[in-house]
């Protein structure tokens, strides 16, 4: 879109947002009774539920490990998600590859080793797509974790960071997502600074890496803020009630 | 069905609660769970609803895309029915091992939509022959605890109640005419949803039909009965499933019930349909 | 279908190879940020069909044009597929079929191509709304052995730079697409070169490798795959399976940056490329190397006819010599060391050319191996333990010595 204006002169992006700014994050902690450990996390129109069923016995001889637990992970897309109708909601490559890429960063913030010679299921569901979908179903699966009383390393907060006019932009919407600048979704521990899930897509300088890296871990860090209250708050009610 | 194990005693207790008119709930025979329909909930949809029944948690979304009419009625419209049982629901369902249950749900709402002809599909007819809206119905499982059927046949009609296709206007004559689609989002029409059934499940348990069954209760029925039902309480569609059967009596008396439940729910979702619509959080 | 799984790895020898790591040393000696030996071979018959080896993994890639109607939502793009078969013979536990292995690479090639606008999808356009070119890429793995990635990245690129599609002219909404013997097909629009570069990491991200061989693969925890081109920029980066700190992201990237420069030089060099566009004609090859080739084959060509001329007029005493010297290596009279016989060819033939060729019969016939002069065909081999056999390399010799008449023995 050529007349379309990412960052206006002022500094603010189309939908408002200072560059650093991230979009609203609301979370619905347990929100399936009947899995495990569940969470809907909105941030903006992207709406994302996510759940954990587990640990629990291996469904295939072959999916046992000795040493630790076997994680199997889905992601799919609900068909009404994104604005142009997806014909299937999973199954294909870029799904299945999404799916590879969280089970791998699961397995290093999950500690696996204390649930050897068993499963655990994430499963995670894009209700509405509006740029983000992965960093934000990586957040909901967290929480779905937490939920689920699964012990982790620590959090794992991830936001995507793209550059425009050499200003890096975090916590990118649709067309943001699609826009003429490289797009980089970076899944941080917060405590540790270690980055858990990175991927790059679209050409971005050597020379620009760190800036956007560096951006894009600070976004991590106030999401982690974000979702650690409202654990808290949760933790709150149920208590409670 | 996902199918919930039970132990000989938990079966033989809902047996006898059923016979004593009293289910594990507290309710009767004929009593309905009281559900939840919100609409307009996802905003990329034409119209959407979702419905929670306890444990049961639907989403459906409604696209109209413009697209070429079915050639054996070129005068009419499409409406395509797609049912996705998400793993979310239960890990039975990863991967492709939820798409016979969902090929299966989508294939009854699409044959009771068709033998009821409650849709006037002719009014979606934009050129004939050439051009016409589709409809496509997606709906989501996200939990899955009984009742499938019949929440789905509930978000389904709530869904479309709220679609609403943008107007637009055919320029040209013969081969060269064009769809020029209205800009203005507000400018558009809704379908006339008055005329949509749903659908009504009855399980046989001993020798009771009971209306509603939680999954527990699905879990040792004999065998199920769904019935169509529209708002003025005709029957559109019937199937059994299961291995049971029942006398020509029973089966009298489950329709009548059916009949009369689904004009009840059909009352409650007009209600709703009435109120603003609410979004999710 | 009988799957056998990857030969596990034992304790002792993932201990070994990760304490060996530790002292920053490699099971097949090489360094931490070493790749192994790179060769490429371009098909010197079909265009795009491209053999890539890194170490002993080999990948083949072949490249398939054809016109289609291009899809409705982008009416200008071209298409572009990449395909990946694993063949069984690869490794014992690949299977025909599609794995998250064939998966994973087949992303990963989409987001270096497509994605970073390596290959411009609007330069294949054809008609618009009508006809574009679709690029299929079918890439074959014939051998893992550690680090298939890389390899099939620049398999792919390779076959892409080697790939010529067939000219077309469009006029109007006509177009015309001219075949092989009317018109010289034409190379694919390429903007950059993204070249893969693999890391794999140890206990926690506390040791790296560049590209992990298949031994090493069993015991790492995590990758980085980070494409990068010769213009500094990163294509695409996917990290996996292990949690890194910042500055050790921004460590790798500098050092993929060099292993980039590298692997491009590599590259250049077997497929021919030169910087300078005037020296080279359409296949890429320097105009001067064909011209080499040539002038050594009109050389080689000369010589052997002035040989053969020679021979006719030298040849019976050529060949006389000859087979006394075959005759006593066959039936050694004394038991003399066979340095002796070279003695005694330079009895005969004041001519340059002959005693040049004596001494090289001579030659041939006492030693090993030589420099190419060819030698005999009388299936001399075994006795002495030495040699007659056969390089055989030019005309020269062969073709003095063969068809003609033996002359009876003395």
């Known amino acids: 879109m050529a007349d379309f204006e990412y960052l206006s002169p002022e500094g603010l992006r189309s939908d408002g947002r200072r560059p650093q700014e991230l979009r609203v994050l609301s979370c619905n902690i347990s929100h399936c009774l009947q899995a495990d450990g569940s969470a809907y996390l909105q941030q903006g129109n992207t709406r994302v539920i996510a759940t954990v069923y587990g640990p629990h016995d291996v469904s295939r001889r072959s999916e046992a490990q000795h040493d630790k637990a076997f994680i199997n992970c889905q992601f799919s897309m609900a068909t009404f998600s994104t604005s142009e109708r997806k014909k299937r909601p999973t199954g294909d490559k870029s799904c299945l590859e999404t799916s590879l890429a969280l089970k791998k960063t699961f397995e290093a913030a999950i500690l696996t080793d204390t649930y050897p010679h068993s499963k655990i299921d994430i499963f995670v569901q894009i209700l509405q797509s509006d740029g983000s979908d992965k960093a934000v179903s990586i957040n909901a699966i967290t929480m779905a974790l937490i939920d689920a009383g699964i012990p982790m390393k620590d959090y794992v907060c991830a936001t995507s960071v793209t550059l425009i006019n050499d200003t890096p932009i975090v916590d990118l919407n649709y067309f943001e997502e699609r826009g003429p600048g490289p797009e980089l979704i970076v899944g941080t521990l917060p405590k540790s600074g270690k980055i858990v899930f990175l991927q790059v897509n679209s050409r971005l300088h050597i020379d620009n890496m760190e800036k956007v890296l560096k951006e894009g871990m600070n976004g991590n860090q106030r999401v982690h803020t974000i979702l650690d209250t409202l654990i808290k708050k949760h933790l709150e009610k149920s208590i409670l009630t | ?281 | 279908m009988n799957r056998s799984r990857a030969s596990a790895i034992s304790n002792c020898e993932k201990e070994f190879t990760l304490e060996a790591i530790q002292e920053r040393k490699r099971l097949d000696g090489r360094s931490v940020y070493d790749y192994r030996q790179v060769f490429i071979k371009p098909s010197p018959v079909t265009h795009g069909n491209v053999l890539v080896t890194i170490g002993e993994t080999r990948v083949q890639a072949c490249v398939g044009c054809e016109v289609v109607v291009p899809r409705p939502q982008r009416p200008t793009d071209g298409l572009l597929y990449f395909n990946v078969l694993p063949s069984p013979m690869a490794a014992p536990n690949y299977d025909i079929g599609k794995s998250s292995l064939t998966m994973r690479v087949e992303r990963l090639l989409d987001r270096c191509f497509k994605e970073s606008r390596s290959l411009d999808t609007e330069s294949l356009c054809i008609i618009a709304g009508q006809k574009v070119w679709s690029i299929r890429v079918d890439i074959h793995i014939l051998n893992d052995s550690g680090n298939i990635t890389d390899c099939c990245v620049m398999a792919s690129f390779c076959a892409l730079k080697h790939c010529r599609r067939p000219y077309v002219t469009v006029s109007g909404e006509h177009a015309t697409i001219h075949p092989v013997s009317e018109r010289e097909p034409v190379p694919l629009n390429i903007h950059h070169t993204p070249i893969c570069i693999t890391f794999g990491f140890l206990s926690e991200g506390n040791y790296l490798l560049v590209d992990p061989s298949i031994e090493e693969e069993k015991v790492l925890t995590g990758h980085l795959y980070i494409v990068m081109n010769i213009h500094r920029e990163i294509c695409t980066m996917q990290l996996e399976g292990v949690a890194l700190q910042h500055e050790e992201v921004v460590k790798c990237t500098k050092i993929a940056m060099t292993k980039v420069n590298e692997l491009n030089k590599s590259i250049n060099k077997y497929m021919g490329i030169r910087t300078n566009a005037k020296n080279m004609d359409e296949d890429g090859q320097s105009i001067l190397t064909n011209v080499l080739k040539e002038t050594t084959l009109q050389i080689d060509n000369i010589q052997t006819a002035a040989n053969v001329q020679e021979d006719r007029k030298n040849g019976k005493d050529i060949i006389q010599e000859v087979q006394e010297d075959v005759y006593e290596i066959m039936y050694p009279m004394e038991e003399e060391p066979p340095v002796t016989e070279e003695e005694e060819p330079p009895k005969t033939k004041p001519r340059d050319k002959d005693t040049d060729e004596e001494e090289e019969v001579t030659v041939t016939l006492t030693k090993d191996d030589i420099t190419g002069l060819t030698s005999i065909e009388t299936g001399l081999t075994s006795n002495t333990g030495e040699q007659t056999s056969v390089n055989r390399n030019s005309n020269k010799e062969t073709s003095g010595t063969r068809g003609r008449k033996r002359r009876k023995r003395k």
């Open chain 2, 1 to 281: 069905m996902a199918d919930r194990i039970l132990s000989d005693f938990e079966i033989s207790y809902i047996k006898q609660g059923v016979l004593a008119d009293m289910r594990s709930d507290g309710r009767s025979c004929r009593d309905y769970r009281s559900f939840e329909l919100r609409s307009g909930i996802v905003s990329n949809t034409s119209g959407s609803a979702e419905i929670k029944l306890e444990r049961t948690n639907i989403l459906v979304g409604v696209k109209a895309e413009i697209g070429q009419p079915n050639p054996l009625n070129p005068n009419k419209g499409r409406i395509e029915f797609f049912v996705d049982c998400s793993a979310l629901a239960s890990p039975k369902f990863e991967g492709r091992r939820g798409e016979d249950l969902g090929r299966n749900l989508a294939h009854r709402l699409s044959d009771l939509y068709e033998n009821s002809n409650c849709i006037d599909l002719e009014s979606l007819s934009i050129i004939p022959g050439q051009d016409c809206w589709i409809i496509y119905v997606d709906a989501l499982v996200l939990e899955y605890s009984g009742g499938v059927l019949d929440c789905l046949s509930i978000a389904v009609k709530g869904a479309l109640a709220n679609t609403k296709i943008p107007k637009l206007t055919v320029i040209g004559e013969g081969e060269e005419q064009e769809i020029e689609i209205s800009d203005n989002p507000f400018d558009s029409t809704s379908i006339d949803t008055n005329n949509v059934p749903v659908f009504v499940s009855l399980s046989l348990i001993g020798n009771q039909f009971i209306v509603d069954a939680s999954h527990e209760e699905e879990a040792c029925s004999l065998c199920q009965l769904s019935v169509g039902v529209n708002h003025k309480g005709s029957i559109c569609s019937i199937l059994k499933e299961g291995a049971g059967s029942f006398k020509h009596r029973q089966y009298n008396e489950a329709i009548s019930l059916a009949s009369e439940i689904g004009v009840s729910v059909i009352e409650k979702i007009t209600l709703t349909n009435n109120t603003a619509p609410e979004k999710m959080l």
